[in-house]
C-alpha cells in the first residue's frame, strides 16, 4: 500500500459573540427601594418647640434578605404638642446592608391623632446632609398613632443596630 501523507484542515474559525459590557449598579444607586421597614413603633411626645421620641425598627434589606432591628432615641422641635404611640412601616432608599441604616438620623413629618385614631408620615435622612443629595440613605414611614397629638416635627436621632439575621 503506498505511503500517502494525510493533510488536516483546520477547521473554520467560529464568530466569537460577544455581549456588550455592562457595570451592575449597586442597589445605593437604583431608583427602587432597598429596604422595606416590616414594622416600626415609637413614644412620642411634646410640649410646644421640643419634641422627643424612643423606639424600634425591624428592616429587610431586599438585596440579600438579612434583617435587622435597631433601637433609636432622639430630640427635636414639633409645632404642635401631645404624646402618642405610633406603629408604621416604611420604604429605604440608597442602603446595602444594616451598617447603612444605623448613626445620626434626620426626619420631619407630621402627626395628628385623637384617641385610637391618627396618622403619622415621615421623611427621614441620614446625618446631617441635605435630605436631596444622590445617594444619601432616606426613606419614609407611614403609620397608625393613637393618643393625642398633632403638629409637624423635625428631629435627630441615634439609630443602633441591636441583631442582624443572617
Same mark, same amino acid.
Given at each position: 500500500?503506498?505511503?500517502?501523507?494525510?493533510?488536516?484542515?483546520?477547521? &473554520?474559525?467560529?464568530?466569537?459573540?460577544?455581549? #456588550?459590557?455592562?457595570? $451592575?449598579?449597586? #442597589?445605593?444607586?437604583?431608583?427602587?427601594?432597598?429596604?422595606?421597614?416590616?414594622?416600626?413603633?415609637?413614644? &412620642?411626645?411634646?410640649? #410646644?418647640?421640643?419634641?422627643?421620641?424612643?423606639?424600634?425598627?425591624?428592616?429587610?434589606?431586599?438585596?440579600?434578605?438579612?434583617?435587622?432591628?435597631?433601637?433609636?432615641?432622639?430630640?427635636?422641635?414639633?409645632?404642635?404638642?401631645?404624646?402618642?404611640?405610633?406603629?408604621?412601616?416604611?420604604?429605604?432608599?440608597?442602603?446595602?446592608?444594616?451598617?447603612?441604616?444605623?448613626?445620626?438620623?434626620?426626619?420631619?413629618?407630621?402627626?395628628?391623632?385623637?384617641?385610637?385614631?391618627?396618622?403619622?408620615?415621615?421623611?427621614?435622612?441620614?446625618?446631617?446632609?441635605?435630605?436631596?443629595? $444622590?445617594?444619601? $440613605?432616606?426613606?419614609?414611614?407611614?403609620?397608625?398613632?393613637?393618643?393625642?397629638?398633632?403638629?409637624?416635627?423635625?428631629?435627630?436621632?441615634?439609630?443602633?443596630?441591636?441583631? &442582624?439575621?443572617?
Amino acid at each position: 500500500m503506498p505511503y500517502t501523507q494525510a493533510t488536516a484542515t483546520p477547521p &473554520s474559525p467560529q464568530p466569537v459573540q460577544t455581549a #456588550p459590557v455592562s457595570t $451592575p449598579t449597586p #442597589p445605593s444607586n437604583n431608583e427602587g427601594p432597598d429596604a422595606g421597614i416590616l414594622w416600626g413603633f415609637n413614644f &412620642s411626645g411634646s410640649v #410646644p418647640s421640643y419634641y422627643t421620641t424612643a423606639g424600634m425598627d425591624e428592616v429587610v434589606f431586599l438585596v440579600d434578605g438579612t434583617r435587622a432591628t435597631y433601637n433609636y432615641m432622639g430630640q427635636g422641635q414639633m409645632a404642635g404638642g401631645g404624646a402618642n404611640l405610633s406603629v408604621y412601616g416604611g420604604l429605604v432608599f440608597n442602603v446595602d446592608g444594616p451598617e447603612d441604616y444605623t448613626g445620626l438620623t434626620q426626619s420631619c413629618g407630621i402627626t395628628l391623632s385623637v384617641a385610637q385614631y391618627g396618622v403619622s408620615i415621615d421623611y427621614f435622612w441620614s446625618g446631617d446632609v441635605n435630605p436631596f443629595t $444622590p445617594g444619601v $440613605p432616606k426613606g419614609f414611614t407611614i403609620g397608625w398613632t393613637p393618643g393625642i397629638a398633632a403638629g409637624g416635627f423635625c428631629v435627630t436621632a441615634d439609630y443602633q443596630n441591636t441583631w &442582624s439575621f443572617p
